[in-house]
């Protein structure tokens, strides 16, 4: 089964297409990388039924040192096996490189879907999406502030971004190819779905401030699995993560059910 | 001390711009985690007269699981401190996530430099820049065959790559940014190094096919610390790899020295 088929699985299990971000925060939660899992295992406990998906972004698992990295594999084993998990890493390397973190990603962390930087090109996301049964969301338009300084850029007649969609049309010969579309641009979002059909998953709603609403009316009509809306903070640090990711979930819902 | 006069005194003292990587290979090294350790540990012993550097390239890690990031740590330790360690992870990702990479790489790790990726813009690069002791190599022009995908894509006038050399002169305020532009470039090489003195570190020699002499002429003239030359599977894997790396110190000396 491919992952856009466990996607569609756990969306109708869970009526869901909320992605719960496990980004850890040693300024918020005590205890080290063991404080770290404790708490996004008790995350994952009160959510699991109404996420669809877990993304850990392997950055915040990372700054605990080698004993973060085995937190977040035992982390990744302990997510129930319904629920696919995207590994946020937004790698991009050379080729042979590149292989040695597929290996790293799908092979010993077990990622059903990563995250991939497109700046390196073609031959390199191929490396990814080589695994046709894994995903492979390439950074396309991110959430942040200095996302216009490149992504924007007129490159031959259109922006960048639009030209990474291409990129990523290309590299999409086993069909396990999504896009990652940050919230707070929803009229990049727009352009997007205007060309493409791809999945996309959205982060940036919550602390990055972007629209909900907005962005998520811009992503409706792509392919199944095709829109992902990753909330962190917001759920990791409620004080009911539950409740938090229910009402998460029923918004998302209410979006789409609308488009 | 910053980062150029550490590489600067590491190039008075060993008379070489040679930046070593340490990438094992599990097909081509025994042992796990454990023998990756034990060979560049060995690999560091027998070059360090003639390496100014060393760059481990943390995929090659990472493919290793957690034992594999105790093993890098344990490395970083052993390097002698003289030789600063560029820490190779291309990391690019939103400005609250980027801090948790800069605590990872900077703080965990003790990277004196890392390779970073432009995707997500200033903001994002700016989280590593912050760390005004340390290192920041923006990639480029890259060395692999996909390079061109992007990266010399018309931005506006002028190629991509050459936009991306513009965002990292505006983020070097201060004075800790280089560029990573691969060997198999030279022609790109002569085009950024036309428009910025920022210092330079060259992959892509060797196994990628890269033509050391054409490269590295194109890149003289930039600043203290100007150019590294970073070799890895020849080294490594070479029968006597202090040798191999007296050979390699002594051709780039020769190309700079003529240049």
New interface residues.
């Given amino acids: 089964m491919g992952f856009w088929e466990r996607v569609e699985a756990a969306m109708q299990v869970t009526g869901s297409a909320l992605c719960v971000g496990l980004?850890p925060d040693p300024a918020r939660i005590p205890g080290g990388a063991g404080g770290a899992l404790r708490h996004c295992l008790e995350v994952v406990a009160q959510t699991q039924d109404v996420a669809c998906c877990y993304k850990p972004?392997v950055?915040?698992w990372?700054?605990?040192?080698?004993?973060g990295?085995?937190a977040?594999?035992e982390l990744r084993r302990r997510i129930p096996r319904q629920a696919p998990v995207v590994l946020d890493a937004?790698?991009?390397?050379?080729?042979?490189?590149?292989r040695?973190?597929a290996?790293?990603?799908f092979?010993?962390?077990e990622a059903d879907a990563v995250t991939a930087?497109?700046?390196?090109?073609?031959?390199?996301?191929r490396e990814l999406t080589a695994y046709a049964d894994r995903g492979v969301y390439v950074?396309c338009r991110?959430?942040?502030?200095?996302?216009?300084?490149?992504?924007d850029?007129?490159?031959?007649g259109r922006p960048?971004y639009l030209?990474?969609a291409e990129?990523a049309e290309r590299v999409n010969e086993r069909g396990n190819v999504g896009l990652v579309v940050g919230a707070t641009a929803p009229d990049q979002i727009a352009d997007l779905r205007a060309v493409t059909d791809l999945p996309f998953l959205v982060?940036g709603v919550g602390?990055?401030g972007g629209d909900l609403e907005r962005a998520l009316s811009a992503c409706a009509g792509g392919r199944r699995g095709s829109c992902l809306v990753s909330i962190s903070r917001e759920i990791l640090y409620a004080d009911q993560p539950g409740r938090a990711a229910a009402e998460f979930a029923a918004r998302i819902r209410g979006v789409l059910a609308a488009a």
Wanted: net charge negative.
């Fill in positions: 980004d972004n950055a915040f990372e700054q605990y040192g080698p004993d990295m085995a977040l594999l937004k790698r991009g390397d050379v080729g042979h490189t590149m040695a973190y290996r790293a990603l092979e010993r962390f930087s497109p700046y390196l090109g073609g031959d390199a996301l950074l991110t959430s942040n502030p200095g996302a216009a300084d490149l992504q850029l007129d490159a031959g960048l030209r990474v990129l982060p602390a990055q």
